[in-house]
């Protein structure tokens, strides 16, 4: 009944900029999420959770992407974004949007399809 929607991913120079997308598509709005963030799986590595944003609008960071990603969201556009700047290539990877209804034994996660982002010369 929700779809996440990614869009924005693609292929950048060392210490270029990209924003990725999330758009919340179905009957529940992003608003109503407990949690919404983003997470990346690079070759032959765990998925990690890069970052992620509370109700209230804190966020936490992995430290490796502190001081260069920010998540950010617009709940009138049904929309979670990740603003990457100075990126590395140790950024690439698939990244997943994420975002969790509800909390504790009740909760349901919803997932994106995932973008690539691939950063080289």
């Known amino acids: 009944q929700v779809q996440l929607v990614e869009s924005g991913g693609g292929l950048v120079q060392p210490g270029g900029s990209l924003r990725l997308s999330c758009r919340v598509a179905?009957?529940?709005?992003?608003?109503?999420?407990?949690?919404m963030g983003w997470y990346r799986q690079a070759p032959g590595k765990q998925r990690e959770l890069v970052t992620r944003?509370?109700?209230?609008?804190?966020?936490d960071y992995v430290d490796s992407v502190k001081g260069r990603f920010t998540i950010t969201r617009d709940n009138p556009k049904n929309t979670l974004y990740l603003q990457m700047n100075s990126l590395k290539p140790e950024d690439t990877a698939v990244y997943y949007c994420?975002?969790?209804?509800?909390?504790?034994?009740?909760?349901?996660?919803?997932w994106g399809q995932g973008t690539q982002v691939t950063v080289s010369s």
């Open positions: 994420n975002a969790q209804l509800g909390a504790g034994d009740a909760s349901r996660n919803f």
């Open positions: 179905g009957s529940i709005r992003l608003s109503s999420m407990y949690l």
């Open positions: 944003m509370n109700s209230f609008g804190g966020t």
